[in-house]
């Protein structure tokens, strides 16, 4: 049976749900008291010191899903997040829509890619985020054969979009034990070859810093995708853009 949702920038994706292996981990089963908290589109100089900061003083660790676009401008502060000990993933070379590239091109942007973030940062890269959400069965056929595995999201902080604070922590803190909650460390533009409008204005640390007290209320904490996965069991969907 499926169903259609709508994903980051409102694009529909069909819905079927299949067994495992195939499809996108959107959240882990666990017993543990933990969520994970998720990065995108950095690292980004100021921004990401911030949410860093803000990770450091909740003593929560995130999983950075991380452009190399970006890597290449500031690749000490990668080094950073590293040493934070938080966990490195792959969002692409850039932010341009998988799904609108040549079919044959996929495959070797997702092995080269893997390698030159793995040489990087010095560490295994297992998680792959695709731009927007947006994957076809042959972008995670290509996915899987360079090595990674696919990662969705669940609740959000909304932080790539103009909304008011409180919006922002209704979104965000919705999630339960084993939730994937998506964050943005960096904003894609110009040098991500995209154009999605100006950025918003906030405060990223002040809104992590809210995010964790938030989950600490619940009796939860933060950690990265692979702290969290360690607890559990990865949950799967297979989410296909049209």
């Known amino acids: 049976m499926s169903a259609l949702h709508r994903l980051r920038n409102g694009a529909v994706t069909a819905v079927r749900r299949v067994g495992a292996p195939v499809g996108s981990v959107m959240r882990v089963r666990t017993d543990a008291p ?20 803000a990770l450091g003083d909740a003593g929560a660790t995130a999983t950075f899903f991380v452009l190399l676009t970006r890597v290449r401008r500031a690749p ?3 080094r950073d997040v590293v040493a ?24 070797s942007r997702m092995r080269d890619s893997r390698s030159e973030l793995e040489d990087a940062a010095g560490v295994p890269v297992r998680w792959f985020r695709p731009p927007y959400g947006a994957q076809n069965m042959r972008i995670w056929r290509a996915t899987r054969a360079a090595g990674m595995t696919p990662v969705l999201w669940g ?3 909304a932080d790539w979009r ?19 909650i998506l964050g943005h460390d960096g904003f894609a533009d110009a040098v991500d070859g995209v154009d999605d409008g100006p950025a918003p204005e906030l405060d990223k640390g002040r809104l992590v810093s809210a995010v964790a007290a938030g989950y600490a ?17 990865l949950v799967r969907e297979a989410r296909f853009t049209h």
Not at 84 to 107: K, W, Y
Request: negative net charge.
């Open 217 to 233: 209320d619940k009796g939860l904490s933060l950690r990265s995708l692979g702290g969290v996965a360690a607890s559990g069991r």
């Open 84 to 107: 934070a000990g938080h966990e490195i993933a792959l969002h692409g070379p850039d932010h341009r829509r998988l799904t609108t590239l040549p079919p044959d091109s996929v495959r």
């Open 155 to 157: 609740p959000t902080l």
């Open 76 to 78: 000490a502060l990668l």
């Open 162 to 180: 103009t909304t008011s604070t409180e919006e922002r922590l209704r979104l965000a803190v919705q999630g339960e034990r084993g939730a994937i």
């Open 34 to 53: 933990l969520v994970a908290l998720t990065f995108d589109d950095g690292p980004v100089d100021g921004d990401t010191q911030k949410v860093l900061a």
